[in-house]
């Protein structure tokens, strides 16, 4: 689906468009190198490849610089250009998603330091499993809701919305099943624990997710939805 | 100390001065209701006062709306009266700022859920003299930065910036302590983890108070030190 806000084009200044563009596809950009980061942050827990998680520690500052470019560029155009309607939720949503980003920045950084203390401790299989499977879950979102962006379309947006419902309920359960373990075998606390950061890690990855789809639903549609139960969000959109 | 900021009084349009001068108002009342969820948390918590904690809950709600709406008001001032220099900071500040209190307040509650659980599983006293040392601190540092911000005071702001290291080394002390009681005596693992839920919430709030420091040194000094190393940040201010 097409948005109903492919109007970018319509400018009588071209130049305006161009840098809206522009800053779009440098947040695109910033999205290419966090979905790289998350993978390989997870591909170095679950092969416990302490070689890859330095890396993704490495990485960390160029993502910092690429937020704090960005939130630069779209306080100039706000300054120089006044965008009104449309043009100014594109900008506004850049700002918060570019946040978001960065977040997921961070919390792949944890899990990468997850993923050299499990490696450390030797070897570990509890919540491997679960975790592949979460892992599996928050990668599409973090795609989908830049897709989502990409293409202005508040549908797949919507979409990412739902599955973060599914990640929180598979987070719950492992956690719970996590716990017990822990209780049964006291002596695996502190590497059930890493692994229970790691998840958890997963799981914020999932709400920044999240949140870049409400951006796209707000820059679509004009409605903050963050706070709406997903019911009405489905109803309103449906209008 | 008066910023170099005051300026926001010697505008052509005095309605557009009241306006801004309201969505401040409006950001600080909300960092009002924070305060006083934070406060409420951790005596639901430090007293056992399951009733309040579930009074923290309810409130959560009133939050949201707030920041929906500052978000809406900062979205129609830039819309209507395209903010230049400090202005435009102050709006882009604000538009962070309600961001970092909305995710205070969902702290909050996680800490207020905390208490109830805390309260069902009976007598529990591991931490809680590390949580309210933390809990001092972390509402310090909230004050701190909603201060800061009222007053345009970018050195008040640093002293946010800086109390956050001494925060986060007590909390890595105080977890690595209960991680060890836990292994110790293994019937206490589920007590212990939702106290360590309740720190970390803690650890996370004193992070935001952080991020709103940082907004007010970008707002005041036109300066991005969201990334920068403390000491840089420092010598930079002096300027």
Known sequence: MISNIEGHGHHISKQFNLELEEIKNNMLEMGGVIERQIADAMKSLLEGDTGLAAQVLTVEDRIDSMEVNIDEECSLILARRHPAASDLRLVLAIIKTVRDL???GDESAKIAR?????SEEGEFSQGLVEFRHLADSVTRMV?????AFARYDAEAALEVVRDD??????YASVMRS???YMMEDP???????NMLWALRALERI???AKNVAEHVIYLVKG???????????EEQLED
């Open 223 to 233: 409605m903050d939805v963050r706070h709406e139960k997903l019911a009405d969000v």
């Open 102 to 104: 960065e977040r997921v």
């Open 165 to 170: 419902v599914a990640v929180d309920k598979v």
């Open 114 to 118: 997850m993923a050299i203390k499990l």
């Open 143 to 147: 795609s989908g809701s830049l897709d």
């Open 206 to 208: 999932g709400d920044h």
């Open 187 to 193: 002596r695996s606390i502190s590497r059930v624990l």
């Open 178 to 180: 996590l716990i017990t």
